[in-house]
């Protein structure tokens, strides 16, 4: 997947989406179909150098909603689950933090987060809202976990819901 600079209109976005002023922001890794920013992609250190492991970082209120709401159901115990009985799955989710490892290494080392990637990775499944940027951040097929639980959402980024009322 490719990575777009961040216009000053999607920091704008984001900001509005999160509530907060935005802090490290290198790209956009995901879009709604309305073009609003669903991932952005974050420095591993920010501004202030507060070290920040999280790359891939959910930014679009839907998307956030619906991965707190898979949360809540408990989906997460039973992705652990298949991860433990699936070899196959359980070697790709190995490879999604090691590529999260990579993809943050080329923005730069930071002693501090070394070997920390996000959502739970490599061993356990944590957040599900880094697993989905992740994957929605590098496309299907990358991180099983992300994929499973866009699977399983009542929401995507091919329908926008970002101007609903």
């Known amino acids: 997947m490719t990575w777009e600079q ?19 922001v290198h790209a956009i890794a995901a ?8 991932v952005v992609v974050t420095e591993p250190r920010v501004e202030d150098g507060t070290p920040f492991p ?13 991965a707190s709401r898979l949360e809540a ?7 652990e689950a298949r991860l433990t009985e699936d070899i196959d799955a359980h070697s790709a989710y190995q490879r999604a933090h090691e590529d999260y490892l990579h993809k943050r290494s080329a923005l730069g080392v930071v002693p501090e ?3 920390i990637s996000a959502g739970g990775m490599p061993t356990r499944v944590k957040c599900l809202h880094a697993l989905i940027a992740h994957s929605l951040a590098e496309g299907p097929g990358v991180n099983p976990v992300g994929d ?9 980024l091919e329908v926008c819901r970002c101007r609903v009322e």
């Open 73 to 79: 159901t408990g989906l997460m115990p039973t992705y």
């Open 6 to 24: 961040a216009s000053a209109d999607d920091i704008a976005v984001l900001e509005r989406q999160l509530g907060r002023p935005m802090r490290g």
């Open 113 to 115: 987060i070394e070997g």
């Open 148 to 156: 499973w639980a866009l699977e399983d959402a009542s929401w995507s």
């Open 54 to 66: 999280t790359l891939y970082y959910l930014s679009l209120p839907e998307a956030t909603k619906e």
């Open 31 to 38: 879009r709604c179909a309305c073009g609003d920013p669903a």
